[in-house]
T-cell receptor, first 111, second 114 residues
């Protein structure tokens, strides 16, 4: 298996632009998680889906962030409009039971 | 909610020595405790995990111990090698709606000196 796939790996954008991060979970996994990692706050859960349904989005910072999972093999995290404080590494992870497997992450820089 | 404290934040050991990283958690309902290794530029990689009905688990040079009464768990790496250098995260998890949610510690940067 290729593991969790994320794209792009790096994204540099200007403040105010829309950013879309993409994730393909491991085939057969039924839960998908979006995390954000910063030096100050560590790894934070933003939102997770179970069987393509959003279960808990209490970690989403504000309405500028939205996430979708239209099918079992694809999810997006969108930031609109982006701000410099959104700069971080965003990870997608998937799981079937307890064990969670992370993707390589997307390093987002908002100028 | 759950709160996980991890110590130390940085750890340097000589190659061949042992390394120990400790974590405490606050919610007695947590019942699953994974450890992740994160190398520079990569995502966290699951290296070992333990469930609350087990006190200790070992996998080659890595072992994890759990004390449910004291609500703390530890990672032990023996015969450390330079490739063990990375940031290690502990986490505590309990069953939520539909899945298990992880709360992570802040991480320990381990440096193994050749």
């Amino acid at each position: 298996d290729a593991g969790v796939i994320q794209s792009p790996r790096h994204e540099v954008t200007e403040m105010g632009q829309e950013v879309t991060l993409r994730c393909k979970p491991i085939s057969g996994h039924n839960s998908l998680f979006w995390y954000r990692q910063t030096m100050m706050r560590g790894l934070e859960l933003l939102i997770y889906f179970n069987n393509n349904v959003p279960i808990d989005d209490s970690g989403m910072p504000e309405d500028r962030f939205s996430a979708k999972m239209p099918n079992a093999s694809f999810s997006t995290l969108k930031i609109q409009p982006s701000e410099p404080r959104d700069s971080a590494v965003y990870f997608c992870a998937s799981s079937l039971d307890r064990a969670k497997f992370f993707g390589p992450g997307t390093r987002l820089t908002v100028l | 909610g759950e709160n996980v404290e991890q110590h130390p934040s940085t750890l340097s050991v000589q190659e061949g020595d042992s390394a120990v990283i400790k974590c405490t958690y606050s919610d007695s309902a947590s019942n699953y405790f994974p450890w992740y290794k994160q190398e520079l530029g990569k995502g966290p990689q699951l290296i070992i995990d333990i469930r609350s009905n087990v006190g200790e688990k070992k996998d080659q040079r890595i072992a994890v111990t759990l004390n449910k009464t004291a609500k703390h768990f530890s990672l032990h790496i023996t015969e450390t090698q330079p490739e063990d250098s990375a940031v290690y995260f502990c986490a505590a998890s309990m069953r939520g709606a539909g899945s298990y949610q992880l709360t992570f510690g802040k991480g320990t940067k381990l440096s193994v000196i050749p």
